[in-house]
């Protein structure tokens, strides 16, 4: 028992030595001179015209947000369909637990307008 425990705590020494040892030698290998051209917004080698910081809308990233929770929710029900017949009810009550779940978010997006495009 106390093998398997002490083989998780190598590994989760071994994984915080990687970041921490990442981060540390990112920050001491990372070029310090700063200059007018490294300040300059890049828009692959074209200059820019007008104002460099444009704000983006927040209904972009909020379709790319929807997206991606629709994504993942196809995701978790496509292993579920294959193994459909061999879960019994409890899976299935489960599965309509969790798209309740997120019919009631797609409801409230829709009713915050997120699905309009203006």
């Known amino acids: 028992m106390l093998s398997v425990w002490g083989a998780v705590l190598i590994f989760l020494i071994v994984g915080v030595i990687f970041g921490v040892g990442g981060m540390l030698a990112g920050y001491i290998l990372a070029p310090r001179r700063k200059s ?3 300040s300059i917004a890049y828009e692959c080698g074209v200059d820019t015209i007008g104002p460099t910081w444009v704000q983006f809308r927040t209904s972009y990233f ?3 947000l ?3 929770i629709f994504d993942v929710e196809i995701i978790y029900l496509y292993p579920w369909a294959i193994k459909f017949q061999s879960l ?7 599965m309509i637990i969790f798209l309740a779940i997120l019919v009631v978010g797609l409801w409230y ?4 307008g997120a699905f309009e495009w203006t």
Request: without cysteine; aromatic residues 24%; charged residues 20%.
């Open 109 to 112: 997006a829709w009713k915050e």
């Open 66 to 68: 929807l997206f991606v």
């Open 36 to 38: 007018a051209q490294k």
């Open 88 to 94: 019994g009810l409890f899976a299935f009550v489960e």
């Open 62 to 64: 909020l379709y790319a």
